[in-house]
């Protein structure tokens, strides 16, 4: 993303005209920002062996996937569907890790047919899995460190009440559980989290992984999660993962030594390989002037982009159909009937009717968290990549609000 004669540009290609192009609301993503985090990533761990599988919740579109894929990442996939959707990527089912919290040990079972890797965070599932696939099938388990991460408490997930993962102090029964169905232990996992801002959160993670892997001899990988945080505001902190992987690779390589075989360490980051790499654009349908607020009303709302929302998120946004001239203060709301602010006393070039608006950071749980509330279309998705603009996902339409209903038939009097 660059403004270049006053026009925001991604890859050469004039936003406005994109989006000109397929219509608003859009979603927009850049490929090459996503080769180049994935790079920074790999680059950063490599003194060590590093596996980095894409957490695909993120942002699930199949052509996303396949640019993963094509680098080398593995995946990580939290549902059935997500394994499948890798599988249709072109992925190597034992480069999927599936990692479900509080699905069946019906869907389980359902996901070993595919050959995936298998991550347990239950200790009762655990032990049906034990019974029924012995040594047979070989899992990893989720371990829950009790570390707190992160600042937001509705993404923090290994602290002491959280319902991920199989508590560190039941270590002790997770092995009775291993020994008694002769299980055999392949991978250790902890993901503490969303937006961890300080590395020494993850190192203090990745010591209680290290510490208990002695307690199981046949590991090929750790896996130590993700929350990666990025940049969501000019001067805003974000993991430093160079500084992390500087001393997190020399631990590891150490920890191997010490457990004395050379193990894989993964990775799953989600937000940090797509948030940037992705742009929502919606245009501006009413300037409304109350006695206390300047409102900007879009053509898009809390269905399309809800994280302001639901995790009280700040995206930036910039009006990209006027890029100078003077700024003036506005709360940019959707069209939902509910109270869906994007942004409050936001600084923006001043805003016209029928102007565009772009947010920044929608690459990851943007998309992939949008609804049809207030029974409105889900936007298109364009990918931009080596210069090219590709529609891969088509705006949904009235069919799409209507296909699953099932009509009552007209005798049962229904309404009468
Ligand atoms: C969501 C999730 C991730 C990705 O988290 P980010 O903060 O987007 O990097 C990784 N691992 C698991 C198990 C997850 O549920």
Known sequence: MELKRNQYMIDGISVVSIVEKYGSPLYIYDSAKMVSQYKHMENAFKTSRVKINYACKALTNLNVLKIFKGLGAGLD??????????????????????????????????VTKFGVKINIDNISILEQFGIKYGDKIPVCIRINPHILAGANHKISTGHIDSKFGISIYQIPHVKRVVQTNNMKIEGLHMHTGSDILDIEVFLRGAEIIFNTAKEFPDLEYVDLGSGFKVAYKPDDIYTDIDLLGEHLSKRFNDFCKEYGRDLTLI??????????????????????????????????????????????????????????????????????????????????????????????????????????????????????????????????????????????????????
């Not at 948030?275 to 809390?302: H, P, R, W, Y």
């Not at 709301?333 to 942004?343: A, K």
């Not at 920044?360 to 090219?388: F, T």
């Open 267 to 416: 990775f799953e980051p989600g937000k940090y390989l797509v948030s940037e790499a992705g742009f929502f654009v919606a245009k501006t349908n009413v300037i409304k002037q109350t006695i206390s607020t300047v409102f900007a009303g879009l053509d898009t709302g809390m269905n399309h982009f809800i994280r302001p929302m639901f995790y009280d998120a700040y995206h930036e946004i910039v009006n990209i159909s006027k890029t100078n001239g003077k700024t003036r203060i506005y709360t940019v709301v959707g069209y939902v009937c509910e109270t869906d602010t994007f942004g409050w006393n936001r600084k923006i070039t001043e805003i016209s009717e029928g102007d565009y608006l772009m947010f920044k950071n929608a690459g990851a749980y943007c998309y992939a968290m949008s609804s049809n509330y207030n029974s409105r279309y889900r936007p298109a998705e364009v990918l931009i990549h080596q210069g090219k603009d590709y529609l891969i996902r088509k705006r949904e339409d009235f069919d799409d609000i209507t296909n699953n209903i099932v009509e009552v038939p007209v005798e049962l009097g229904l309404g009468l």
């Open 77 to 110: 996939a939290v549902s059935i569907q997500e394994v499948q959707l890798g599988l249709k990527a072109g992925f190597d089912p034992q480069d999927i890790i599936y990692t479900p919290n509080c699905v069946s040990i019906e869907e389980i079972e359902a």
